[in-house]
């Protein structure tokens, strides 16, 4: 599947179609496909709910499809695209060398942890940064909809990479202040892309290491997408941080995915096995896991906020006596 939808995107068909559905011979000449080959491939489409057929080889997007389409809200054209990268081909490959050894695939595969090799490749860490914003905005909305910031005057975003969370909440919390904290090589793309979002005046964008210090003076303080990508023993050192540069009072902010029954559906599970593959021992984690780490940070969970996405709001404080 990931494949037919790589394809598409590679071949421009959700763009081609973005104006109104068109035959597939019109689609092959365009895209420079051989045209039953690609009705093959347009027939896959239909199968996973890309794209609709009239009966005369005339196909349309989806709603699910548009979501591919370049100029679409949210795009997540640039997610399929990273996901369809040679480089993630090869780790997915290494699957069976991550379950039989416990270390990352993308390490046995390129010599090097995943953040080293994006540093390394400023052409790659772009399309990652892209990719991770496009994913990211989905989860953004269904957050601001789901949990109320309005009470909190500073907001920091602790890995905001180009700060599609922060921009949400910004947008919906009107007196809100933001500061977005990531690593040095990721600052100039957020700040472009928060003043695209004519967020500059109300938004800092600070270059750091969230091992050593996160800045002072939020009110929440938002780990989203960031403890998933560590082990348990990484996740504790950088609350300790958090926890040790927080004012009394501010609330930490843990959105990620919370593992269920496996019964609930597969899209947890296979994202822990993407941590496995990709991190250095990273992991999706159950509410149990959640709230033993942030435990043993000094932090009681207050509650947990599901929303309409996959990702729910862990909110916790630092605990009496922590």
Known sequence: MTQVLVTSVEL????????????????????????????????ALVALGVLEEDGDGVFSLTGMGRGLASDAHLSLRDFAGWE?????????????????TGRPAFGIVHGADIWTWLSARPDAE?????????????AAEAVVEAFDFSPFERVVDIGGSRGALLAAV???????????FDRPEVVPAAREALAAAGLAARCEVVEGDFFESVPAGGGAYVLKSVLHDWSDEDSLRILRTCVRDMAPGAVLL????????????????????????????????????????????????DRVVATRSAYSVIEARVGVGA
Do not use: H
């Open 84 to 100: 369809g990268r040679d480089e993630q081909q090869a780790t997915w490959r290494k699957l069976r060398d991550s379950v039989r």
């Open 254 to 301: 843990v959105i990620e995915r919370v593992l269920g029954p496996p019964t609930e559906g597969a899209n947890v599970e296979l994202s822990d096995l993407n941590m496995l593959v990709m991190t250095g021992g990273g992991r999706e984690r159950t509410r149990r896991d959640w709230e033993q780490l942030l435990g043993a940070a000094g932090l009681t969970v």
């Open 12 to 43: 421009g068909l959700p763009d081609l179609l973005a104006a109104g559905p068109r035959p597939c011979a019109e689609l092959a000449r365009e895209a420079g496909a051989e045209a039953d080959s690609l009705y093959r491939l347009l027939r």
């Open 170 to 180: 910004l947008a919906r919390s009107l007196r809100a202040r933001g500061v977005l």
């Open 126 to 138: 772009a399309m990652f940064g892209r990719a991770m914003s496009s994913f990211s905005g989905v």
